[in-house]
């Protein structure tokens, strides 16, 4: 089993910046991508970004030019730096995580709990 340990949520005001982060623990031979979604009520979890072990990275239009992912493979390690913060950006955020256990087994996602990340005057 893998767990995901989420932290750097909490309140800011539009404009300002947070920065997240999720540390994956477990048995992982790999990990193959690391990335954060985010929700709120009555809505679909939607993409916020994502990072491949070769370094690819994903973003969704709204956070385009304001949010960066970065990930350590070394630390099993993703951030996610949030600048220019609006109040649509208020959600919980997701930390995503696609592990392989062991060497030449299948894949499995494994999701955190979840950080509150509230933007308000």
């Known amino acids: 089993q893998v767990q995901l340990v989420e932290s750097g949520g909490g309140l800011v005001q539009p404009g300002g910046s947070l920065r997240l982060s999720c540390v994956a623990s477990?048995?992982?031979?790999?990990?193959?991508?690391m990335g954060w979604y985010r929700q709120v009520p009555g809505k679909e979890r939607e993409l916020v970004a994502t990072?491949?072990?070769?370094?690819?990275?994903n973003y969704a239009d709204s956070v385009k030019g304001r949010f960066s992912i970065d990930r350590d493979n070394g630390k099993n390690t993703v951030y996610l730096q949030m600048n220019s913060l609006k109040p649509e950006d208020t959600a919980v955020y997701y930390c995503?995580?696609?592990?392989?256990?062991?060497?030449?087994?299948?894949?499995?996602?494994?999701w955190g709990q979840g950080t509150q990340v509230t933007v308000s005057s």
């Open positions: 990072v491949t072990n070769g370094g690819t990275t």
């Open positions: 477990g048995t992982i031979f790999r990990i193959t991508l």
């Open positions: 995503n995580a696609i592990v392989q256990p062991y060497v030449n087994w299948r894949t499995t996602t494994y």
